[in-house]
């Protein structure tokens, strides 16, 4: 059959149109599979702590590129908790500080190009090639660079999509939420993926802040909070397994030069709050969640 001139044209027409379609579809389904990855990220540091970021304070940023810190002076953050915005699998563990100035560099493939990275830390705790969960420890903050590049201790948080630095960085997530460029303050809600209901704060009540953690394994975690307004130390233990059945936990706050005081026993959530008056006073803390156990020393001497 011969077809005319105009049947021709409406075919390819038609050929295109499905094409289009097809393609259109296929970008659809990537970007929504995308969204759904990137609204999954949460704050790259423990359930309950507060840090500001900034995304202006750097000439060395070139997009949206965070630079974290929650202390007040310039290495208040040294040795602080790093842990993992959402689970993948750790594509690099090195130190790259000749290479591009981001000395020691954790850097996470979450799939579908989605990758995070982690810089300047004082120690990596991750390897190539491992598999990590949301809010599993993968280092700790720090100052480490280009030999000869002195800054203080923070964390350069960075979130790419596929190929071609800087245009593949992307603007920052947190549960759910897009990072109020170019400053912001945040309450982590990176819980360790477990999903428990509750926070520090919520269990120690109203004007409680974290000022430290501990990570007991896969487990929980132990948070040291402190009230600014009583004087007050708080101190709970958040489980991150076996949540809603009832298990051994623990939570213990000791002033120095007073008495231990202890809440244990099974519970589905957490233990605590424990709660000691202590301004300008040294505290013991700790907590277990079944065996796995954090004692920290005298500590804390001014809050």
Not at 139 to 165: C, D, F, K, M
Not at 180 to 196: I, W
Not at 275 to 294: E, I, L, N, R, S
Request: hydrophobic residues 30%; proline residues 3%; aromatic residues 8%.
């Amino acid at each position: 059959m011969r077809f005319s001139g105009a049947m021709v044209a409406g075919i390819a027409l038609f050929v295109s149109l499905g094409t289009v379609s097809a393609a259109s579809a296929d970008r659809e389904a990537g970007s929504e599979q995308a969204r759904i990855l990137a609204t999954n990220f949460q704050l790259p540091f423990p359930c309950g702590q507060s840090w500001t970021g900034n995304s202006d304070q750097s000439s060395a940023h070139r997009s949206y590129e965070i630079d974290f810190n929650r202390g007040g002076s310039a290495n208040a953050d040294l040795g602080d908790t790093v842990v993992a915005a959402a689970a993948g699998t750790v594509s690099i563990s090195a130190h790259q500080g000749s290479t591009n100035g981001f000395g020691n560099l954790v850097k996470i493939d979450h799939g579908s190009g989605w990758t995070t990275y982690y810089a300047h830390l004082d120690a990596r705790s991750v390897s190539v090639g491992q598999s990590v969960s949301q809010g599993q420890q993968i280092g700790t903050v720090g100052r480490t660079s280009r030999p000869g590049n002195n800054i203080s201790a923070h964390l350069h948080y960075e979130v790419r999509q596929g190929s071609g630095y800087p245009g593949n960085i992307r603007q920052a997530v947190f549960n759910g939420t897009t990072f109020g460029y170019p400053n912001q303050t945040l309450t982590s809600r990176n819980c360790g993926g477990a999903s428990n209901p509750y926070t520090p704060a919520e269990v120690c009540g109203s004007g409680y802040s974290v000022i430290d953690s501990a990570a007991l394994g896969s487990a929980g975690t132990v948070y040291l909070l402190y009230n600014t307004a009583n004087g007050r130390n708080c101190v709970v233990t958040m489980k991150q397994t076996s949540l809603g059945q009832a298990t051994a936990t623990s939570a213990y706050l000791e002033v120095q030069g007073g008495t231990r005081q202890t809440d244990a026993g099974d519970y589905s959530y957490y233990a605590g709050p424990v709660t000691a008056a202590a301004p300008g006073t040294c505290v013991k803390w700790g907590g277990k969640v079944g065996a796995a156990a954090y004692d920290s020393p005298f500590e804390h001497c001014g809050s």
